[in-house]
Nanobody
Framework: VQLVESGGGLVQAGGSLRLSCAASGLTFNNYAMGWFRQAPGKEREVVAAISWGGGNTYAADSVKSRFTISRDNAKNTVYLQMTSLKPEDTAVYYC??????????????????WGQGTQVTVSS
């Protein structure tokens, strides 16, 4: 199984980025997917999650109304659209796959597979 994130980078505060996570080696539409992030010196935290069909989604309070998770099962890809970025959004962002896909989980230890992460840096 491989999860490969892309789309990270350096952006000014108020800007936007779209992260992508391409999955292979698994039956993607059987998995719930999540986006997590980890800033230096902080614990990994959930950002957003989505069920296997996309009908149920979650966004953390800190990003609600700014970040949107979506998925394209035909492309085996999950996305995180990030708008109105803030310096406090700076972190390594990881996507993860949970085989119990009918509903999302917000707990990192529920996820079975992880990507290598992509850096997002928001300058003030």
């Amino acid at each position: 199984v491989q999860l490969v994130e892309s789309g990270g980078g350096l952006v000014q505060a108020g800007g936007s980025l779209r992260l992508s996570c391409a999955a292979s080696g698994l039956t993607f539409n059987n998995y719930a997917m999540g986006w997590f992030r980890q800033a230096p010196g902080k614990e990994r935290e959930v950002v957003a999650a989505i069920s296997w069909g996309g009908g149920n989604t979650y966004a953390a309070d800190s990003v609600k109304s700014r970040f949107t998770i979506s998925r394209d099962n035909a492309k085996n890809t999950v996305y995180l659209q990030m708008t109105s970025l803030k310096p406090e959004d700076t972190a390594v962002y990881y996507c993860a796959a949970d085989r119990r896909g009918s509903y999302y989980s917000t707990q990192a230890d529920s996820y079975d597979y992880w990507g290598q992460g992509t850096q997002v840096t928001v300058s003030s």
